[in-house]
C-alpha cells in the first residue's frame, strides 16, 4: 500500500513539472500581456517596459521560471496584476467558494443520483426506467453554460425566487472567518448570512450538478442491474435473507465501487464545469479567477490556478484509487 | 466497532466546531437600515485605496468618495471649481501655483489638513524612490514626466518643490510652465492624504520581489482622505468595499450612512442584481437596456459626453497608400459617421468633428469636418491612385468601453461604409488585450478602432495622449510639424493665446494631418434605483455620493 502511494506521489510530481513548463511557455506566448491588460488604451511602450521590468516579464522565460519555481516550493504564488493581491490570498478566498459550489453540486448528484439509479435498476424495463433514462440523457447532453443561463433567466430574473449572481448580498455585511460563506454565517451565527449564500449557492450548483446526476444515475442503474444477477446475490436471497439486507449490504455496497470510481472523475470534471458556472453566475470561486486571468494576462494567478487543478486532480484520482481499498476488501488484499 | 468509531468521528467533530465556533465571531457593526446604506454594482474591484497607485476607473471611483483634491469640478460638469484648495493663481510665467486652502479641514484620523499636508504629499510623489513604486504611480508620471531620482526610463520632472508659506497657503514650483495645470491638480490620483496615516503605516513601502508585490497598509487598511466618507473595510472574498459617513467633514456632510461598492464584474449581472433589489445602482448600462430599464421605473442618468472615439490610420501598415493624405481624406468622406450615431450610439451621442469634446478648451468650430460624400471619397482615391486600396481593419472584440458599447456593430457599419467607396476590408477581430498590443506595439493593421476618455479638462490630455509624439498605431513617428504645434500649443501660459493656438492645432490636425478621423463622443450612462435622489451624473464619471439620499 504505501509503496503504490509512494509511486503515485513520485508520478504526480513528474505530471506537475511537464505541466508546468508547458503551461509557461503557453502563457508567455499569448499576445498582449498582462502590463498591456493593465493598461488598457494607455498602454503606451515605455509604460508597458517599466511594469514589465518591475514584474520581472522582461527576463528571459527560462529565467522567470526558474524564479517561479523556486518561489512556488516557498509558498508564493506572486501577486496577481489584475487585482494586485497575493495570489495565494486570492485562492485562499476564492477556493473555499468553489468547493463549496462543487460540495453542494456532488452532493446534490450524489443524494439524488444513486437513489434515482438504483430505483431504474429495480424497476427496469418500466416506464418509470424510461423516464430516468431519458431524463439522464437529457441531463448529459445539456451544457453547463446552456443551463446556466436558463436557470437564471428563469428562476432568478423572471420569477425573482433566487439571487441571479454573486456569492452573497453585499447589504449583509456577513463577517468571513473561513470563506467558506455557508460556514461562515452558522460559525458566526450570522444565520441570514448563511441562508443568504445557501441561496446564492442553489442555482450554480444545480446548474453544475446536472451532468454529474445524469452520469451518477446511469452507473448507478447499470452496476446494480450487474450486481442484482450475480449469484451471490441469488444465494442471499435463497438463504431466506431479509430483502432490505439484501439491498443494502450486498447489492448497494457492491454496486457503488464503480460508482464512486465516476464521482471521483466528476470531482476532476467539475472544477472545469465549475469554470463555466462561475462565470456564468459571476460567482467569485476559482474558475471565475481563471476566465478573468487569462483576459487579463495575469500570468501569476493562471500560474497558480493551472497548477492547483492539476495538483488536485491527481490527488483526487489518488484518493479515489486508494477508497477502492477500503470499500472493497478484495483490492485491499491485492 | 464501528459504533465506537461512529462515536469517535463525532466527538472529533463536535470539538472541532466548538473550537472553531469558539475563535469567530461576527464583525458586524450597528444597525443596518436600508434607508441609509446604498450598495452601488462596480464593474470592477479596486485595485489599492491609495489612489496614487491607481489607473482605471472603478479604483478611482471609491477613492473619491474618501479623498479630495486640491482642483475639484462643478458637480455635473467638466469645469474647473475650488476642492481643498479655495483659490489658486499662477505666477507670471506659469512656474509656481499659489493655493489659498480651505480652513478647518479635518482628516479622517483627526489630523488637520493645512499647507504642510499639501507639501508633504506632492514631496512625497515626487521622492518615490522605488522602481515598483514609481511604475504604479501612473498618473503622477503622466502629469509630471519623473521622479526625484528616476528608478525607470522616465523623464525629467519639472517639480522643483512646495513650500508652505503660512498655514493655509501653499505654494507648488516648477522648472517651466506646463499646460496641464492647474487642470491636473483635479485628479484623482493627486489626491491628499493625512501626512500622519501615510507615515504611520508605510504608504511608500510598495514592496517588490519578481512577479510578488505588496502595497502597504496604508494603501490596503488605513486610506485617510479629507472626503464625506471613510473607508471601513474592504471584504476581499465577497468583493465589497464599505465606507460610512464621515461625520468631521467640512462640507455637505454626507445623507448615506453606509455606502458599500460591490464588485460585479459582468454588465448583464450588475442589471439583473440591480432588477433584484441587491443592489442600488450601478455604472454603464449597455444603451441597448436604457429603454427596458426606464420602463421598469430605474432612474437613468446620461452625462455630458467627456470621451472620443476615433478610427486610427497606420500610414506605415500593409496599405502603404494610406502615407498619402488623400486617401485618409476619402476614408474620411467614406464614413457615414451621422448614420452610425443615430443608429448604433447611445441616445445623445454625437458626430466628433475634432479628437476632443467641445468642453475642452482649443475646441475649434472651424475644423475641416468631412462630410459624407461618396463621389468626392471616389475622386480622391482615383486622384491618388488608389482605386484598388485594401484595408486590414482592426477592431476588438469581448469587450465595451464608454466610447465604443459596441465595437463590433461599429466596426460593421465603418466596414460598409468603406466598401461603398470601392476599399476591400479585410477584418481582424482580436480580444481586447491582444487587440491593444497589436495596433500599439506590431505593425500589420491599417486601420483600427480605439478612444478616450478624458482624465481632465485640457487639450493636452486629449492631442497631447494621441499625437504628441510618434505612435507606432497611427505610424506618425516622421510628423514632427505635428509634435512641434503641439509642444508649442501646451506651453503657453497666456489662456486666450493657449486656447487659440490648440485651435490652430485642432484646425490642421484635420486638414493638414489626419492621422485619424474622429468618430464620435458617447454619453455614458449611469442607473439607480427610482427612489434614489441627489445623485449629479459627471462627465468625468466622477460622482460624490455625499448628496445622494433614498426619497
Not at chain 1, 436471497?237 to 471521483?264: C, F, S
Not at chain 1, 460567482?283 to 494567478?301: K, M, S, T
Not at chain 2, 459504533?3 to 468521528?9: M, T
Request: hydrophobic residues 45%; contains cysteine.
Amino acid at each position: 500500500m504505501l509503496r503504490v502511494v509512494v509511486r503515485r506521489l513520485l508520478q504526480m510530481v513528474l505530471t506537475l513539472f511537464a505541466l508546468s513548463v508547458l503551461m509557461f511557455a503557453w502563457l508567455r506566448n499569448l499576445p498582449g500581456g498582462p502590463a498591456i491588460a493593465m493598461l488598457g488604451e494607455r498602454a503606451t511602450p515605455e509604460r508597458v517596459a517599466a511594469l514589465n521590468h518591475v514584474f520581472g516579464y522582461d527576463q528571459p522565460v527560462w529565467v522567470q521560471y526558474g524564479r517561479w519555481l523556486g518561489r512556488m516550493l516557498t509558498g508564493d504564488f506572486g501577486t496577481s496584476t489584475s487585482s494586485k493581491m497575493a495570489v495565494a490570498r486570492e485562492l485562499s478566498q476564492a477556493f473555499p467558494g468553489t468547493i463549496e459550489l462543487s460540495f453542494f453540486a456532488l452532493a446534490f448528484a450524489v443524494a439524488l443520483g444513486v437513489p434515482l439509479g438504483y430505483i431504474a435498476a429495480r424497476y427496469q424495463g418500466r416506464p418509470l426506467d424510461s423516464g430516468v433514462i431519458i431524463g439522464t440523457l437529457v441531463g448529459v447532453s445539456v451544457p453547463v453554460f446552456f443551463l446556466g443561463y436558463l436557470l437564471k433567466a428563469g428562476v432568478a430574473v423572471r420569477l425573482g425566487w433566487l439571487p441571479p449572481s454573486g456569492r452573497q448580498s453585499a447589504a449583509l455585511d456577513a463577517t468571513h472567518v473561513t470563506n467558506f460563506f455557508v460556514l461562515d454565517g452558522l460559525l458566526t451565527r450570522e444565520w441570514d448570512a448563511a441562508a443568504d449564500a445557501f441561496m446564492h449557492l442553489l442555482l450554480p450548483a444545480l446548474a453544475l450538478g446536472t451532468i454529474p446526476l445524469a452520469v451518477i444515475v446511469r452507473i448507478t442503474r447499470a452496476s446494480v442491474l450487474d450486481v442484482l444477477n450475480e449469484d451471490y446475490v441469488r444465494t442471499a436471497e435463497a438463504k431466506g435473507l431479509r430483502r432490505q439486507t439484501i439491498r443494502t449490504r450486498h447489492v448497494l455496497r457492491n454496486a457503488l465501487l464503480p460508482v464512486v470510481t465516476a464521482i471521483g472523475l466528476q470531482i476532476g470534471l467539475l472544477l472545469a464545469g465549475a469554470v463555466l458556472t462561475e462565470t456564468v453566475f459571476v460567482f467569485r470561486g476559482v474558475g471565475w479567477l481563471l476566465a478573468d486571468g487569462i483576459q487579463e494576462r495575469d500570468y501569476a494567478r493562471l500560474q497558480a490556478i493551472i497548477l492547483l487543478a492539476a495538483v488536485v486532480y491527481v490527488f483526487v484520482n489518488l484518493i479515489v484509487d486508494l477508497s477502492y481499498a477500503l470499500i472493497d476488501p478484495r483490492v485491499r488484499v491485492k | 466497532m464501528q459504533a465506537r468509531r461512529l462515536k469517535a468521528a463525532v466527538a472529533v467533530a463536535a470539538a472541532v466546531t466548538l473550537a472553531v465556533t469558539g475563535c469567530a465571531e461576527s464583525k458586524r457593526g450597528g444597525e443596518k437600515s436600508a434607508k441609509s446604506t446604498l450598495v452601488f454594482g462596480a464593474a470592477g474591484a479596486p485595485e489599492t485605496f491609495d489612489p496614487t497607485f491607481a489607473t482605471d476607473g472603478e479604483t478611482f471611483r471609491v477613492a473619491r468618495q474618501m479623498y479630495e483634491t486640491l482642483l475639484d469640478h462643478k458637480p455635473g460638469t467638466a469645469e474647473l471649481s475650488p476642492g481643498l484648495a479655495e483659490s489658486w493663481e499662477p505666477n507670471d510665467d506659469g512656474t509656481a501655483w499659489t493655493f489659498k486652502l480651505r480652513e478647518n479641514v479635518k482628516f479622517h484620523d483627526g489630523t488637520d489638513f493645512n499647507a504642510e499636508a499639501v507639501c508633504f504629499n506632492y514631496d512625497r510623489w515626487h521622492n518615490l524612490d522605488t522602481e515598483a513604486a514609481q511604475a504604479q504611480a501612473i498618473y503622477y508620471l503622466d502629469v509630471f514626466g519623473g521622479f526625484k531620482s528616476n528608478k525607470g526610463e522616465y523623464g525629467e520632472t519639472p517639480y522643483v518643490g512646495c513650500e508652505a508659506t503660512d498655514t493655509h497657503t501653499a505654494v507648488i514650483k516648477l522648472k517651466e510652465f506646463q499646460g496641464k495645470f492647474p487642470a491636473a491638480f483635479s485628479l484623482t490620483s493627486l489626491s491628499i492624504s493625512s501626512p500622519t496615516a501615510m507615515q504611520k503605516y508605510d504608504a511608500d513601502n510598495v514592496v517588490q520581489e519578481g512577479e510578488t508585490f505588496a502595497y502597504p497598509d496604508y494603501a490596503t487598511k488605513h486610506p485617510t482622505g479629507t472626503g464625506p466618507f471613510k473607508f471601513v473595510k474592504y471584504d476581499e472574498a465577497n468583493e465589497t468595499a464599505t465606507l460610512e459617513r464621515f461625520d468631521g467633514y467640512w462640507g455637505g456632510k454626507a445623507k448615506l450612512k453606509k455606502l458599500l461598492f460591490k464588485t460585479i464584474p459582468d454588465e448583464n449581472a450588475r442589471k439583473q442584481e440591480l432588477q433584484a433589489g441587491t443592489i442600488d445602482g450601478y455604472d454603464l448600462p449597455s444603451p441597448a437596456d436604457y429603454q427596458t430599464l426606464k420602463d421598469e421605473g430605474f432612474k437613468l442618468e446620461i452625462r455630458d459626453a467627456f470621451n472620443v472615439l476615433y478610427l486610427g490610420i497606420n500610414q506605415r501598415g500593409p496599405a502603404k497608400e494610406l502615407s498619402d493624405i488623400r486617401v485618409r481624406k476619402a476614408i474620411a468622406h467614406a464614413m457615414n459617421r451621422e448614420q452610425l450615431v443615430k443608429t448604433k450610439l447611445p441616445e445623445g451621442a454625437s458626430v466628433a468633428t475634432q479628437f476632443m469634446p467641445d468642453s475642452v478648451l482649443g475646441y475649434a468650430d472651424d475644423v475641416e469636418k468631412y462630410d459624407y460624400d461618396l463621389d468626392k471619397a471616389k475622386a480622391l482615391l482615383k486622384e491618388a491612385g488608389a482605386e484598388n486600396l485594401k484595408v486590414k481593419f482592426y477592431y476588438p472584440t469581448e469587450v465595451t468601453r464608454p466610447y465604443m458599447p459596441n465595437p463590433k456593430e461599429i466596426f460593421q457599419v465603418l466596414s460598409d461604409d468603406l466598401a461603398k467607396a470601392g476599399i476591400e476590408v479585410e477584418p481582424v477581430a482580436k480580444p481586447w488585450t491582444e487587440y491593444l498590443d497589436a495596433i500599439s506595439q506590431t505593425r500589420k493593421h491599417d486601420l483600427h478602432l480605439l478612444g478616450w476618455t478624458g482624465d481632465f479638462n485640457d487639450p493636452i490630455n486629449w492631442n497631447g495622449t494621441f499625437f504628441g509624439r510618434g505612435q507606432k498605431g497611427f505610424g506618425t513617428e516622421g510628423m514632427k510639424d505635428m509634435f512641434a504645434a503641439i509642444a508649442k500649443a501646451d506651453s503657453i501660459v497666456d489662456q486666450a493665446e493657449k486656447e487659440s493656438a490648440w485651435q490652430e492645432v485642432n484646425r490642421r490636425l484635420l486638414s493638414e494631418w489626419l492621422p485619424a478621423v474622429p468618430v464620435s463622443h458617447s454619453p455614458p450612462g449611469i442607473v439607480v434605483k427610482g427612489n434614489i435622489k441627489g445623485l449629479v451624473a459627471s462627465p468625468l464619471t466622477a460622482e460624490k455620493f455625499n448628496t445622494v439620499y433614498f426619497s
